[in-house]
């Protein structure tokens, strides 16, 4: 997967994703998160669509509360998510506002993997670095 690296944890998955801009850093964040809850080459079936809004005060927490969201979409849409279009990722007000999209297809058993709980606020970073901006994320499973 491209600009996507998972890190080293003892407990948990850890990754960072990166991106040109902030948004496709977002996607990546995504792509990696259901590239651990789901085989992404296995996911078939009838389409999903489903869209997210979030606010936040910080960057790290923005990622996490959105990627939180998925999360819970995938669970009661019962779906797995495999395209992500962020709208806009902007500060608004003093909070961080994301607006976006996730495309995928309905669960089955064939393309399921590995269950995550949750997206964690542990160790969390998003910050631009030699041009590119870097988000790292702790999954609870």
Known sequence: ????????????????ASGKTLEEAFENSALAL???????????????????TEKANTLEDLFAFALNDLVGESDANEA?????KVEKIAQEKGEWVLKGKATGSTMTPEAGNTHVKSVTFHEASVEKKNGKWKAKILLDI
């Open 1 to 16: 997967m491209k600009d996507i690296v998972f890190l080293d944890h003892t407990a948990d998955v850890m990754f960072e």
């Open 34 to 52: 259901f590239s651990v809850i789901c085989h992404l080459e296995k996911v078939k079936g009838k389409k999903v669509e489903v869209k997210i």
């Open 80 to 84: 797995f998510y495999t395209r992500f």
